[in-house]
């Protein structure tokens, strides 16, 4: 007899990976060019990347139905990307433009998409989480299946929302997916020197929700963690929570010097940089060679050169539209029916 061929799981698999792959090389050269963009002052305010965390945002991105909800940091590119917003909207919001996913008013912290239940990017830490906590207790009381993916970093983990949005999640038996992005800083703050138990995973397990660490650079152990929870949550388990232990490879913001860090640390993580690990992992499986990821490079340079062409095209907002919004539309055109 011979070896059996690989059947249909084998060849899914071997898809699926190569898919994941992309997801993360999208981000990385979507952001790698938001830092040109930068520098050419194209794109302009705040911009926080999370270049060497995009297993995280991929792997929890993917385990997720198109009813289920999102609501993110301002490190969220990748989760919008990964989620489905298009490059066109996301680049066109960075650039200020009225064609971007919240008509150039939120920029690259408050990327915003109703049509792939997308609730933000938000500037405030720990701002996301009752917001998550409010999306899941809708669909609690309505009798919905629904996850809501919450993203947040360490540093909510110091503020009082946390604290309240575990324990209302757990008392209530919520459907939330926490997930907190442990990259080890809040600014230019170390975790161990702002808290006193720097092992997240347990302080949500004191609220009694079922709570993992996981290896954040490995996108295979983060999609496998992210699925086992979210399923746990969709058939009502309550919330649960992932730590995800990960590491940014650039400084907070582009206006953060990094002086806090040490250059052999930030070395030593590189070493763990999610792209390359999945690269060999698939290259050792047959999966993927030189020549299909040189393919996939240039189809996301060209996705990326699209991106940056609708941006640059796209229009600022006039200024008569300064007040627009302050009172929503339909009220303008009708103060009654409000
Ligand atoms: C309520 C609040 N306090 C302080 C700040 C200023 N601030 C902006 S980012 C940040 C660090 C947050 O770190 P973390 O949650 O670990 O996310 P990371 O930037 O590492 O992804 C702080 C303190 C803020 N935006 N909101
Ligand atoms: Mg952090």
């Given at each position: 007899?011979?070896?059996?061929?690989?059947?249909?799981?084998?060849?899914?698999?071997?898809?699926?990976?190569?898919?994941?792959?992309?997801?993360?090389?999208?981000?990385?050269?979507?952001?790698?060019?938001?830092?040109?963009?930068?520098?050419?002052?194209?794109?302009?305010?705040?911009?926080?990347?999370?270049?060497?965390?995009?297993?995280?945002?991929?792997?929890?991105?993917?385990?997720?139905?198109?009813?289920?909800?999102?609501?993110?940091?301002?490190?969220?590119?990748?989760?919008?990307?990964?989620?489905?917003?298009?490059?066109?909207?996301?680049?066109?919001?960075?650039?200020?433009?009225?064609?971007?996913?919240?008509?150039?008013?939120?920029?690259?912290?408050?990327?915003?998409?109703?049509?792939?239940?997308?609730?933000?990017?938000?500037?405030?830490?720990?701002?996301?989480?009752?917001?998550?906590?409010?999306?899941?207790?809708?669909?609690?009381?309505?009798?919905?299946?629904?996850?809501?993916?919450?993203?947040?970093?360490?540093?909510?983990?110091?503020?009082?929302?946390?604290?309240?949005?575990?324990?209302?999640?757990?008392?209530?038996?919520?459907?939330?997916?926490?997930?907190?992005?442990?990259?080890?800083?809040?600014?230019?703050?170390?975790?161990?020197?702002?808290?006193?138990?720097?092992?997240?995973?347990?302080?949500?397990?004191?609220?009694?929700?079922?709570?993992?660490?996981?290896?954040?650079?490995?996108?295979?152990?983060?999609?496998?963690a992210a699925s086992h929870a979210a399923e746990a949550v969709r058939g009502g388990g309550g919330p649960h929570f992932l730590e995800l232990r990960t590491y940014r490879f650039r400084a907070h913001s582009m206006y953060d010097p990094d002086r806090y860090r040490d250059k052999a640390e930030i070395e030593g993580w590189r070493h763990r940089d999610p792209i390359p690990l999945l690269v060999e992992q698939l290259t050792a499986?047959?999966?993927?060679?030189?020549?299909?990821?040189?393919?996939?490079?240039?189809?996301?340079?060209?996705?990326?050169?699209?991106?940056?062409?609708?941006?640059?095209?796209?229009?600022?907002?006039?200024?008569?539209?300064?007040?627009?919004?302050?009172?929503?539309?339909?009220?303008?055109?009708?103060?009654?029916?409000?």
């Amino acid at each position: 007899m011979t070896d059996p061929a690989p059947g249909p799981a084998a060849a899914g698999d071997a898809e699926h990976g190569v898919h994941l792959l992309r997801q993360m090389l999208r981000i990385r050269r979507f952001e790698e060019r938001c830092v040109e963009l930068y520098s050419d002052m194209r794109i302009r305010g705040f911009l926080h990347l999370g270049i060497g965390e995009e297993a995280c945002a991929v792997g929890v991105m993917e385990v997720l139905e198109p009813d289920d909800a999102v609501v993110a940091t301002y490190r969220e590119h990748g989760h919008a990307l990964a989620r489905g917003m298009t490059m066109r909207s996301a680049m066109a919001e960075l650039e200020g433009k009225v064609e971007g996913c919240s008509r150039g008013r939120g920029g690259s912290m408050h990327l915003f998409d109703k049509s792939t239940r997308f609730f933000g990017g938000n500037a405030i830490v720990g701002g996301g989480l009752p917001l998550a906590v409010g999306l899941a207790l809708a669909d609690h009381m309505q009798g919905r299946r629904r996850v809501t993916a919450c993203i947040f970093g360490d540093g909510a983990v110091a503020e009082g929302e946390f604290h309240e949005s575990m324990n209302l999640a757990a008392l209530w038996h919520l459907p939330v997916l926490f997930c907190c992005e442990n990259n080890q800083y809040a600014m230019g703050t170390a975790l161990d020197r702002a808290e006193s138990e720097t092992d997240l995973a347990l302080k949500a397990a004191s609220y009694r929700v079922p709570s993992w660490d996981v290896d954040g650079m490995d996108i295979v152990a983060v999609e496998d963690a992210a699925s086992h929870a979210a399923e746990a949550v969709r058939g009502g388990g309550g919330p649960h929570f992932l730590e995800l232990r990960t590491y940014r490879f650039r400084a907070h913001s582009m206006y953060d010097p990094d002086r806090y860090r040490d250059k052999a640390e930030i070395e030593g993580w590189r070493h763990r940089d999610p792209i390359p690990l999945l690269v060999e992992q698939l290259t050792a499986a047959g999966t993927i060679d030189d020549a299909l990821v040189e393919q996939m490079e240039k189809e996301i340079e060209a996705e990326v050169d699209d991106a940056v062409a609708f941006a640059d095209a796209g229009t600022l907002e006039p200024v008569e539209d300064l007040e627009r919004f302050v009172v929503s539309e339909a009220a303008v055109a009708d103060p009654g029916a409000v």
